[in-house]
Nanobody, 115 residues
């Protein structure tokens, strides 16, 4: 059974930083492309970043240069380092992968950027 546990969210002032973690279990983490998505209130869930099994990364334009996705295959864990946070980054952040042909999701962690 695929499981994800996101953590690290919270309230931060504009310009601040947070590091999200996604601890996984139930599948061969190291061979899967992993992703972070986010969903702001009243909006659709959108992709933030991907990281492949070989460590190649890609980002949505709005977070390029501010966010860094990474993974630790020994710990079956993915991370999202978020710097220079803006109010528009406020959302619930989810980790995700496509497993057995279906996109699987964690429960999400709330990130609120506000003064």
């Amino acid at each position: 059974q695929v499981q994800f546990v996101e953590s690290g969210g919270g309230l931060v002032q504009p310009g601040g930083s947070l590091r999200l973690s996604c601890a996984t279990s139930g599948f061969a983490f190291s061979i899967y492309t992993m992703s972070w998505y986010r969903q702001a209130p009243g909006k659709e869930r959108d992709v933030v970043a991907h990281i492949t099994s070989s460590g190649d990364t890609s980002y949505t334009d709005s977070v390029k240069g501010r966010f860094t996705i990474s993974r630790d295959n020994a710990k079956n864990t993915m991370y999202l380092q978020m710097n220079s946070l803006k109010p528009e980054d406020t959302a619930v952040y989810f980790c995700s992968t496509v497993y057995m042909g279906r996109r699987s999701w964690g429960q999400g962690t709330q990130v609120t950027v506000s003064s």
